[in-house]
């Protein structure tokens, strides 16, 4: 959008004439162009998510089968999540350009210290009886792993994804900076042309993607993890 908004709009309504805030006509002329930011910020968020629990499950089975690579792996996705993003996406610049997979290798790279982390404690709080017991009906380590430790996992390592769904959510419109913010696009172009309805309509946007996000990776967790319900209930019972 042009800084020259305000002469083109100021016969469209009142509000957009005004500048004000809260602005209906805003979002009636503008839908489409919402619409557009709101579906490239859901898929670079997916996108992210998925290809991060990619990346650090494994990373997480490394850590666990061999406890000298947990503080290596550990430091360095902690590490990795304190670089600012304007240093990461400098950093990673000459390999993508200025492309959405240059937004999504970083959002993957923030997201790993959440996932690591929680992939780790979920696999460490299963009982020891569990697996032994398991052993003992001869389940090998991969069947022991699969059916038995990610089963009994899955409430950390969906609080995991929860949490690092919300963070990218955020922190998707960092990618503003190379024009594949999403929301971010129109949050940074409303902030440079003081365009308010547009800042607050996109900030909006990205808070109600980030509740909805997260009440349906809730609805997921507790069909996955009915046990956890019938825990609930009898704990309320007694």
């Given at each position: 959008?042009?800084?020259?908004?305000?002469?083109?709009?100021?016969?469209?309504?009142?509000?957009?004439?005004?500048?004000?805030?809260?602005?209906?006509?805003?979002?009636?002329?503008?839908?489409?162009?919402?619409?557009?930011?709101?579906?490239?910020?859901?898929?670079?968020?997916?996108?992210?998510?998925?290809?991060?629990?990619?990346?650090?499950?494994?990373?997480?089975?490394?850590?666990?089968?061999?406890?000298?690579?947990?503080?290596?792996?550990?430091?360095?996705?902690?590490?990795?999540?304190?670089?600012?993003?304007?240093?990461?996406?400098?950093?990673?610049?000459?390999?993508?350009?200025?492309?959405?997979?240059?937004?999504?290798?970083?959002?993957?790279?923030?997201?790993?210290?959440?996932?690591?982390?929680?992939?780790?404690?979920?696999?460490?709080?299963?009982?020891?009886?569990?697996?032994?017991?398991?052993?003992?009906?001869?389940?090998?380590?991969?069947?022991?792993?699969?059916?038995?430790?990610?089963?009994?996992?899955?409430?950390?390592?969906?609080?995991?994804?929860r949490i690092a769904t919300v963070?990218?959510?955020?922190?998707?419109?960092?990618?503003?900076?190379?024009?594949?913010?999403?929301?971010?696009?129109?949050?940074?172009?409303?902030?440079?042309?003081?365009?308010?309805?547009?800042?607050?309509?996109?900030?909006?946007?990205?808070?109600?993607?980030?509740?909805?996000?997260?009440?349906?990776?809730?609805?997921?967790?507790?069909?996955?993890?009915?046990?956890?319900?019938?825990?609930?209930?009898?704990?309320?019972?007694?």
């Amino acid at each position: 959008m042009s800084t020259g908004w305000a002469g083109t709009e100021r016969a469209a309504g009142s509000c957009l004439a005004a500048n004000d805030w809260i602005c209906g006509e805003y979002i009636r002329s503008r839908s489409q162009e919402l619409t557009d930011a709101t579906v490239q910020h859901v898929w670079i968020t997916v996108a992210s998510v998925l290809i991060g629990l990619a990346v650090a499950f494994p990373l997480a089975l490394l850590a666990r089968a061999r406890p000298r690579f947990a503080g290596p792996v550990l430091g360095l996705t902690t590490l990795l999540y304190t670089i600012p993003s304007l240093a990461m996406f400098s950093l990673l610049l000459p390999f993508f350009g200025l492309s959405a997979a240059l937004v999504v290798t970083g959002l993957v790279l923030y997201s790993l210290t959440i996932l690591v982390r929680n992939i780790m404690a979920g696999l460490e709080a299963v009982p020891a009886e569990a697996r032994e017991a398991a052993r003992g009906m001869g389940y090998g380590p991969a069947r022991l792993l699969w059916e038995v430790e990610l089963p009994l996992a899955l409430p950390a390592l969906m609080a995991g994804i929860r949490i690092a769904t919300v963070s990218t959510i955020a922190l998707t419109t960092v990618g503003a900076l190379v024009g594949k913010g999403g929301l971010g696009n129109l949050i940074d172009d409303g902030v440079q042309t003081t365009f308010k309805a547009q800042v607050l309509t996109a900030s909006v946007l990205c808070v109600l993607l980030a509740a909805v996000a997260d009440l349906l990776l809730l609805g997921v967790q507790r069909l996955l993890t009915p046990w956890t319900r019938v825990r609930t209930a009898e704990v309320k019972v007694r």
